[in-house]
């Protein structure tokens, strides 16, 4: 039975008319205005945040590779995000580091997964001795193609980035006399726009 099943579709299918290729001419290189292969230069209207840089760092002890952001205005080269990636990108180690993170730090003071547990993250929130505020999750997703895959230790300094996003935005409108995330002026959204062409 399962085998006149297995014909049946192989059948269908191969009846069925093929679909035409779009012509060359017709292939997608555009959305939004950016078009795939321009120069990013084209585009004035970009806005630069870059008020933050970023250093990958690979095989520290028992982590698989990490991202280090530091400022660049207020306060240039001090550390104010650090994201690590476990070797053991196992659901089992997580439920053991989320163990030994609870018994270190107390429970945490949010959920910050999503609400089918495809991606579990615990954020717990602190303020050290001299009034820092300092965020900290610990994350496990191993479906989730948008999200860092594996197990994944994140710390911050949500004060600090935002006193270097302030420093660099008031540095570089005073360069240029604008702010520096001017867009270009929005219209009422069409298809053209919408849809990659």
Not at 30 to 47: K, M, N, Q, T, V
Not at 57 to 70: A, N, P, S
Not at 98 to 115: C, I, L
Request: some cysteine.
């Amino acid at each position: 039975m399962i085998g006149k099943r297995i014909i049946l579709l192989c059948t269908c299918i191969l009846l069925l008319p093929a679909m035409p290729a779009p012509a060359a001419d017709k292939v997608p290189h555009e959305i939004g205005g950016f078009r795939l292969g321009a120069s990013i230069d084209d585009y004035s209207y970009i806005s630069y945040r870059n008020f933050l840089k970023q250093v990958v760092v690979d095989h520290i002890g028992g982590f698989r590779k990490g991202v280090i952001e530091y400022g660049v205005c207020a306060k240039p080269g001090q550390i104010v995000k650090i994201k690590l990636k476990y070797l053991d990108s196992s659901e089992k180690f997580y439920r053991k580091l989320f163990k030994e993170f609870k018994r270190r730090f107390g429970e945490p003071d949010e959920y910050t997964g999503d609400t089918f547990g495809i991606v579990k993250s615990w954020k717990w929130h602190f303020r050290d001795k001299n009034g820092n505020r300092i965020s900290l999750s610990l994350q496990h997703n191993l479906k989730n193609p948008d999200e860092a895959m594996g197990n994944m230790v994140k710390m911050s300094l949500p004060d600090r980035i935002e006193a270097e996003r302030k420093c660099f935005n008031k540095t570089c409108a005073s360069r240029r006399g604008t702010p520096c995330s001017v867009l270009p002026p929005q219209t009422a959204a069409d298809w053209d726009s919408l849809i990659p062409h």
